[in-house]
């Protein structure tokens, strides 16, 4: 089995600061794709920012140049680090990984059960 772990998320004021983590554990061979989504109140899903193995980076245009994603060099694991925090940022942020197990052939889809962040006065 595989689980990841959000943390980090809190409430923090209008230009305020905070830094998610992901952490994977389970039987994990190797990870493609490390990626944070967001669902905001009555709206889609979306892309936050997403990291290859290959350390290319991608980011939702909303959050592009105020949001940097990471990956930690001992562990399978991600940071979020948000600056500039404004009200429109307040969500549900999920950790999303493309992984392989070990003894599978297939690359499957892991989701983390979501970590909230409130930006407000």
């Known amino acids: 089995q595989v689980q990841l772990v959000e943390s980090g998320g809190g409430l923090v004021q209008p230009g305020g600061s905070l830094r998610l983590s992901c952490a994977a554990s389970g039987s994990i061979f190797s990870i493609n794709v490390m990626a944070w989504y967001r669902r905001a109140p009555g709206k889609e899903r979306e892309l936050v920012a997403a990291?290859?193995?290959?350390?290319?980076?991608d980011y939702g245009d909303s959050v592009k140049g105020r949001f940097t994603i990471s990956r930690a060099n001992a562990k399978n694991t991600i940071h979020l680090q948000m600056n500039n925090l404004a009200p429109d940022d307040t969500a549900i942020y999920y950790c999303?990984?493309?992984?392989?197990?070990?003894?599978?052939?297939?690359?499957?889809?892991?989701w983390g059960q979501g970590t909230q962040v409130t930006v407000s006065s």
């Open positions: 999303n990984f493309l992984l392989k197990r070990y003894n599978m052939d297939s690359i499957r889809e892991y």
């Open positions: 990291i290859t193995t290959d350390g290319r980076t």
